[in-house]
């Protein structure tokens, strides 16, 4: 995850944001030094190949979206395919190559370079913006709404979705429902809310307003969960073997196609 200022992008959001700055600056530059077109074009390939990575997400996750037609073009749940859209990308780029031969060895250029700048990008946001590999739970000592004080390793027998959320939070009140379903849908996990920062009452008077029926309802006053592993908005959702391994992050909302697709890697 990384953080500028107010503004928070999960690290493959924010590479990808800025590799595809970069191939536009480059194809620009190509463009004026060799009379070229590819930018103009690079636009159009980008523009497919996003398409083509959202249609193939709702279309393996269309039992999720055909009762809600809006939430197909609702993008914010991150739901996509990369392969594919880097496929259609990849495809394009060739096909171009081959219909324009003068411009070989500018696309070559253009995607060569990128890659290279790509590469370089991950590698850095990997060392400077870690996600959390690993989480001790048994060093995680947080508080029932009861008052009881409760260690995450209780939960560690199965999977775990571990939800850090706030009532102010619009995208975490969006995905409260479909948390609260997902967790009644599977019962071989364990999906646990950590309120952050905000008063047990708080936290009942939210639920109750929302006619919410959650388990596992947890506070966390100081925002402990939130700083030990470095996140920087909310909601944020981890992913969680049994072992204590984070397979996933996820920053920002979920829709239930989306949540589904994590599952089905956590599993």
Not at 70 to 98: K, N, T
Not at 105 to 122: H, K, N
Not at 163 to 176: G, K, T, V
Request: hydrophobic share 50%; net charge neutral; charged share 15%.
């Amino acid at each position: 995850m990384i953080s500028i200022g107010p503004l928070a992008l999960s690290t493959t959001v924010a590479v990808g944001f800025l590799s595809a700055i970069f191939m536009f600056v480059l194809a620009a530059y190509l463009d004026k030094r060799y009379q070229l077109d590819l930018e103009r074009r690079l636009w159009w390939m980008v523009l497919a190949a996003l398409v083509v990575g959202r249609a193939v997400f709702v279309a393996q996750y269309w039992h999720d979206y055909k009762y809600n037609l809006w939430g197909v073009v609702g993008i914010q749940d991150g739901g996509f395919h990369l392969v594919a859209a880097l496929s259609v990308l990849f495809i394009a780029l060739i096909y171009q190559a081959y219909k324009h031969k003068p411009q070989r060895r500018a696309m070559a250029q253009l995607v060569g370079f990128s890659l290279v700048f790509s590469v370089l990008t991950a590698s850095l946001a990997a060392h400077f913006f870690p996600a959390p590999q690993q989480i001790n739970t048994s060093e995680l000592a947080l508080t029932q709404l009861q008052g009881q004080l409760v260690s995450l390793a209780e939960f560690s027998d199965k999977p775990m979705v571990l939800n850090l959320w706030a009532s102010w939070c619009p995208p975490c009140r969006a995905e409260m429902p479909v948390m609260a379903e997902a967790q009644k849908q599977n019962p071989d996990l364990h999906f646990v809310f950590v309120n952050q920062g905000e008063s047990v009452q708080v936290i009942e008077q939210f639920l109750q307003s929302q006619n919410l029926e959650l388990e596992h309802v947890l506070s966390d006053i100081s925002s402990t969960l939130l700083h030990s592993i470095q996140g920087r908005a909310l909601p944020t959702t981890l992913f969680i073997t049994t072992q204590g391994h984070v397979v996933d992050v996820r920053m920002g909302e979920l829709s239930q196609a989306s949540l589904a697709a994590y599952l089905k890697r956590l599993r």
